[in-house]
Nanobody
């Protein structure tokens, strides 16, 4: 069982930055690939970014490429999402997700564990 707890959300003006963090309780955090998803009101949960077990590989949604950066610290059981040049359309609840199987996917249902989410609001 893995518990994930996100933090770092908030209200920011367009063009600003936020850094989200996800703390995991996993016994061997490096056994899990990680991802961030987001869900805006009235919309489906949307893939944002994936990071491999080692952190050596990451894949971004086109909508955030060049603005968001994911990283992980396997010694501290954390994954972070640095979000720069934020836009109003980035407004959503952001979720951290973990998966034990070692392959890339953007499909939310294939992730085994989820955090409770953290709200990000970008004002124009």
């Amino acid at each position: 069982q893995v518990q994930l707890v996100e933090s770092g959300g908030g209200l920011v003006q367009a063009g600003g930055s936020l850094r989200l963090s996800c703390a995991a309780s996993a016994r061997t955090f490096s056994n899990y690939v990680m991802a961030w998803f987001r869900q805006a009101p009235g919309k489906e949960r949307e893939f944002v970014v994936f990071i491999s077990r080692s952190g050596g590989s990451s894949i971004y949604a086109d909508s955030v490429k060049g603005r968001f950066t994911i990283s992980r610290d396997n010694a501290r059981n954390t994954v972070s999402l640095q979000m720069n040049s934020l836009k109003p359309e980035d407004t959503a609840v952001y979720y951290c997700a973990a998966k034990g199987t070692n392959y890339y996917t953007i499909t939310a249902s294939e992730y085994d564990y989820w955090g409770q989410g953290t709200q990000v609001t970008v004002s124009s």
